[in-house]
């Protein structure tokens, strides 16, 4: 349910997102989902990897700035309307959501989201029966 994902944090100039992806490659650590967001003096890479234990300590090994938070990951209908019904669902309980990326498989949305209120947010999705994705399948994507 509750997921770690890795913030690395990177100068804008080329070449560090390269870097890091070799880093994963050689300790055989695969990224599965990501997004960057930049302004312009650094980048944040957030990604969910196949070990973000291994992947954590890799990266500060090699002067990387990285960070772990907890995320959490559901399954949607990859149609028109289905992230957004679930969108209602957390908006009308007052949970916000600070950032999220999502990816689609086919007939399926995965979306990781992170939530300002974890606790709130997972009581929410459970009640209105969403699929909720185990850390160990959203690390396995």
């Known amino acids: 349910m509750v997921a770690k994902q890795l913030s690395i944090f990177l100068e804008n100039k080329s070449g560090r997102l390269t870097e890091v992806t070799e880093v994963l490659a050689k300790e055989n650590i695969n ?33 990387f700035a990285v960070n772990v938070t907890d995320v959490v990951g559901i399954s949607c209908p990859n149609v028109p ?13 007052g949970v916000f959501i600070e950032y999220m990326y999502s990816f689609a498989n086919n007939n399926t949305a995965n979306v990781v989201i992170r939530p300002n209120d974890m606790e709130n947010c997972i009581r ?10 185990a850390a160990s399948d959203l690390y396995r994507l």
């Open 124 to 133: 929410v999705l459970t009640e209105k029966k969403v699929d909720l994705l």
């Open 31 to 63: 990224l599965s989902a990501l997004c960057i967001a930049e302004n312009a003096d650094f980048g944040i890479l957030r990604g969910i990897v196949s070990d973000p234990d291994r992947a954590y300590k890799a990266l500060k090994e090699n002067h």
């Open 81 to 93: 309307g289905a992230l957004a019904k679930v969108l209602r669902f957390l908006s009308d309980e």
